[in-house]
């Protein structure tokens, strides 16, 4: 069982996925997991709530700051009691803002955030790094409560080495202080190596086209006078 | 003594039917066709390696699925070394595959047998390469069993193509048809890797289907277009039409001098003429007047042979620092003059009409060829040219004994007319070359591991030594019957 926290809904996670695959319809009505994995909403004097009242197509629904799309653009889980982000916590993927503060987080936080490409500013408890260390963030603050890191660096330039993805592979960010490779254009398959997609149906209507007239003419000039041996 | 072989000559090409030239270029292609598909495993092995490993980076490359998802075997030296195995195999289980092929090609219809091994290796091969990708099942078990197949279903090919062209044709120009006709398995190299080239950008996979695909193609239209011999269609077989010619044009591997030791066989067939042809047990074709001397001699020589197949572009990167790819194509200069050497030398043997002192001759020029391609300066020119003047007189007396010796051995007098041992024989000889050639493959690394290239030379010529040593009793009889003739001739004038 993967660790939940104590605002975490109490079902277990192959019948959230289940839920979300039945509910897909109603989902974009509904509020994702992570907003309700704690109760309450924003507050109202947060880092989460000004950006969204900032803009005014976003709107705030439990913990999570919405675009028109459904797509989370704030994340205020402040004071939630979280040990860890939990398994919903990758639903704020589009997130550009994430307020974590006041939680018993444990400091590993770096795989928490891959795919988290948004992020530009986050709000963490004073004893927890921003994820990526400093160097994958412009500005790192400390506060008396709190650390907030912002403005998230493309990791794929700042490491200054040249080669970092193998052969065929380009680099791009996949979140503070992580990168991934991703097959440059045309290649795909398992390491880049595959270019282009190969025709099935014309290589075989030709081969046999081709050799059901060979067989003929040969049949007819060759075998058609043989005897049965 | 020119002067009736040019005009038998002409008679030979007037009676060249199309059916002659349609079983050339149907056996030509059959067999380039299963070389082809050999060829595409060596030239698909880089990919084949990095399909099997993971990205071999110290840090962990995201993500997983793209970069690291495999992990048969943990690095490409060892995937490596696994492919040199699986070649190993295959060389094993062919030269096992050819004895038993050759008794079965002689027993049953030898269309049937090389249709049914082209396809049924076509089958191997695309499982091999097309479905374990597509499933994503890699098992080194599976490789090795199937390649092992591999190996005993390629085998059928070349006794049965040898045995049709012996069929086809006669004594008299056999030794330059069957000298063009043996640069199938170069044609098949080029092909393969033409084949292999064209569509390894889409994955190795579709090299496997395309030459397998290919393949099975080519063994439909040998069920379906192939004469095994001309008897088939009711022309006279090549006996019959050789019994006319005058007896200059005798058998050029005569088996006079053991008749008494072969008495009891030949009157055994002699009694059974009247039924349908019958085909020779393994041990009588072993008997045969210079079928274990001939094998012993192109174990030998198929080691020296394959060896430079194997190791020539990887000996010229590694000694003279050139790179892989020019290597490559430098190396088919090695074929060439195979090609050439076994056409012009086959050619000459016709003239003769004796083989064994051609070959010895070629094989003492092959040695100091050795000696001399061993200290070839390092200039590209210089070597191909050696290359190829090693390869004339390595490669040529290699095709010629593969291909039209064994067809002279498998069709002579004492078996003529009343057994099927053409494929039998063909089999046995180009066997015990191929079980040379796998162990000569371990033997060459091991050398060259410990000795250095060098003494790889050496023991070459040790090798092509042997060769002229094993058929050393075949070259004492076959010149002094040429002094003999030449003399004849001498006192009739």
Redesign the interface.
Known sequence: MSPRGPCSPSIPLPWAAALLLALGVERDLAQPEICVHCPGSVRNLSEVASYCKHTPELKLRARCCLNQEGAILGLDLQNCSLKDPGPNFSQAHTAVIIDLQANPLKDDLANAF?GFTQLQTLILPQDVNCPGGINAWNVVTSYPNYQTCQGQRDFCNSTGDTEI??EN?SCVP?GPG??????VDGFH??????????SLLM??GI??S??LS??????G???R???A? | MAWPDLFHRGALLSRLSHHHVAVFLLTFFSYSLLHASRKTFSNVKVSISKQWTPTALNRSVEPVEIWSRNHLFPGAEEATLFLGTLDTLFLFSYAVGLFISGIVGDRLNLRCVLSFGMCSSALVVFVFGTVTEWLHFYNKWLYCCLWIVNGLLQSTGWPCVVAVMGNWFGKAGRGVVFGLWSACASVGNILGACLASSVLQYGYEYAFLVTAAVQFAGGIVIFFGLLVSPEEIGLPGIEAEENFEEDSHRPLISGAENEDEYEANYSIQEGSTVTPIQAISFHQACCLPGVIPYSLAYACLKLVNYSFFFWLPFYLSNNFGWKEAEADKLSIWYDVGGIIGGTLQGFISDVLQKRAPVLALSLLLAIVSLVGYSRSPNDKSINALLMAVTGFFIGGPSNMISSAISADLGRQELIQGSSEALATVTGIVDGTGSIGAAVGQYLVSLIQDNLGWMWVFYFFILMTSCTVLFISPLIVRETCSLVQRRQARVLSE
């Open positions: 891959r993805c193998p592979g996949d992580l990168l991934q490779c991703i097959c398959g398992y390491k880049c190596m595959r270019q282009g997609s190969f290589f075989f081969l046999g081709t050799t060979i067989s003929i003419l040969l049949w000039t060759q075998r006078k043989a005897k041996s």
